[in-house]
Structure formats: C-alpha cells, structure tokens
C-alpha cells in the first residue's frame, strides 16, 4: 500500500480496505506479534472536539503497538490562537511520526495532511469519520461474515457518518440506503462519489426520505445523533424536525430477522435510537466501539510502519 494519510475511505480500493481488515483481524487475535510494530514512534493527536472513544483508542493503540501518543487540545496548542495550519503541520512533522486530527472544518485535516511529511488520519471533521465507518465494516463482517451484496440502512442525519458509511459501502461490496428527513440529505458530492464508485463495483446507493424503503431488507441498520457537534445551537429545532425518525423495534421490524444494529456512540436513548433497540441483543454497540482499536491499529500500523 502505497498511502501517505487516511483521510477518506473513498482513497482506497476494495483490496487495500480488505488487507486493513485482514490486519485488524489478526490484531485482534494476536496483538503481542505487534507489540514493538511502532516501537519509539509517537502520534500527535489534535482535537478540536471532545472525543471518548477516539482519543482512548488511538492512544491504547500507539501503546500496544510500542510507540506512545500525545493529546493535543486545540485550546492549548497554538493552532487554537490561530497559528497557521501550514506551520502546525511542517513543525510537528519535526517531532512525531505521525497525526491524527479531530477537527471542525474537513479543510483542516487535508491541509495538515498537505504539508505534513509524516502520515496524517482524518479522526472526524464535520464532512467525514472514515476510522468509525471502517471499524463498522469490519465489525458488520465479523458478524456477517461476508458482506457482498448486504444492506446497510442508516436513518437520521445525512451527517459525517452517514458519508463515511456511504464512502465505504462500494469498497466492501454492501449496498446502502440513506433514509433521512427532508433537508438533512447526505451532501450531493458525497452522494455523487458513492454513486460512481457504487456503480464501478456493482452495489447500489439509495438516498430517500422513507424510512421503510431504506430498512427494507436490511443486514445492518445504523443511526447517529440528530445534532452533531458543533450544531448545539440547532440542537431544539432538529429535535422537532426529526419528531418520527427514532429507530424502534417497529424501524427494525422492516429489517432482515437477524439484522443487526449498529450506532457509533455517544447515543441518545429515546432520541435517535429507543433503548428497547440500542440495548438489544441484535445491538453489537461495544464490539464495534472495541473494534475501533483494533482497525486503527491497522491503519496506523500500515501507514507508520517502516
Ligand atoms: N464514535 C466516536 O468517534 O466517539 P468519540 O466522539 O467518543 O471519539
Ligand atoms: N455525528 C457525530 C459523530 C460523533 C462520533 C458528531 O459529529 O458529533
């Protein structure tokens, strides 16, 4: 694999998103043969958002891997006083091996990646959250086995999860259905790009405004917040607007009998997700947040290793 940075799963081709999984997998299985993988080797790690599951795991995952990380909040490094993205990338790339970033603007993270000479991860922007959507891929073909010719259905906001899933589904072999409210659609250079790529692969991308022509027939059914970070301030309008759009058992009854139930996490029980669903037997909720240490691992390891 010849990749400088992960900053889109759309960068990367089926066979390489399957050598990442085959990695991740026998991680999973075997992480003492990588124990010394990234040995001396450490990640900066920029948040300009909070951040539980990201932060945790990229930072267990330089450690298991023998390397170490460093958090940096955007409100104590400079860049948060508005020290040029330019400058941020060319000085840290003097000290660390590697970045990964959490940021509001996507224009931030492909900056830093311009002008970094060391591999740059995307670890959410307000466009994208490619390691989540991997880690639900993976975690999907864990319990699936196979995905070829599967359904994902994601229901809500056509957020960064809902690209990043849209992003990925092409590369994995699933077909996936959008359902989202009217006016919360995926963004259409998204769409447009999942489409083509789609197309190249043979699955389908469906973006509606029905929730049962999504579900219908799923294999996985995924949701996310209704605000995302960064929207507080639409937080009581988006509640109204997505009155109706909660995944309850009636949502997953469209599904497939044994569909599963995916949810990146931090949840809203009672908003986008009922608990009678998120805390079900069909939720797989911690295996894919686990999951995100053992793919990133992956990832880090494929980019960093020397
Ligand atoms: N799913 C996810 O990225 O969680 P955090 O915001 O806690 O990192
Ligand atoms: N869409 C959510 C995902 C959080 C992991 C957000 O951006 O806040």
Redesign the pocket.
């Known amino acids: 694999m010849t990749h400088k940075d992960f900053i889109e799963i759309h960068d990367y081709s089926a066979d390489e998103v399957r050598e990442i999984f085959e990695i991740a997998r026998d991680m999973k299985a075997s992480p003492e043969k990588y124990r010394e993988a990234l040995k001396g080797q450490t990640l900066a790690m920029i948040f300009e958002k909070s951040s539980t599951r990201t932060r945790v795991s990229f930072e267990v995952g330089m450690y298991q891997l023998g390397g170490h990380a460093l958090f940096l909040s955007s409100r104590d490094i400079q860049l948060g006083r508005g020290e040029p993205i330019y400058d941020t990338a060319k000085v840290l790339s003097r000290y660390v091996n590697g970045i990964m970033a959490r940021t509001f603007a996507h224009k931030t993270v492909t900056e830093l990646a311009e002008y970094a000479s060391v591999p740059v991860i995307n670890g959410?922007t307000d466009l994208s959250?490619p390691t989540?959507a991997m880690t639900d891929y993976f975690t999907a073909w864990e319990h699936l086995g196979d995905l070829k010719g599967r359904k994902l259905a994601y229901v809500g906001d056509g957020?960064?999860?809902a690209h990043s899933l849209m992003f990925g589904a092409p590369k994995v072999g699933m077909h996936i259905a959008v359902a989202t409210p009217g006016g919360y659609a995926p963004d259409p250079f998204v769409v447009a790009t999942a489409q083509a790529d789609a197309d190249q692969a043979g699955t389908k991308v469906i973006v509606t405004t029905s929730i049962e022509e999504a579900v219908r027939d799923a294999d996985v059914v995924t949701t996310?917040?209704w605000a995302?970070?960064g929207q507080e301030a639409e937080a009581q309008k988006r509640q109204r607007d997505f009155e109706g759009w909660q995944v309850d058992t009636r949502v997953m009854s469209f599904a497939r009998k044994e569909a599963i139930f995916m949810h990146?996490l931090?949840a809203h029980r009672g908003e986008e997700v009922a608990g009678e669903v998120i805390d079900s037997p069909r939720s797989v909720i911690y295996d894919e947040a686990e999951n995100r240490l053992h793919v990133q691992k992956a990832i880090m390891y494929m980019l960093m290793k020397r």
């Open positions: 959410l959250h989540q957020n960064n999860m996310d917040v995302s970070m990146c931090p």
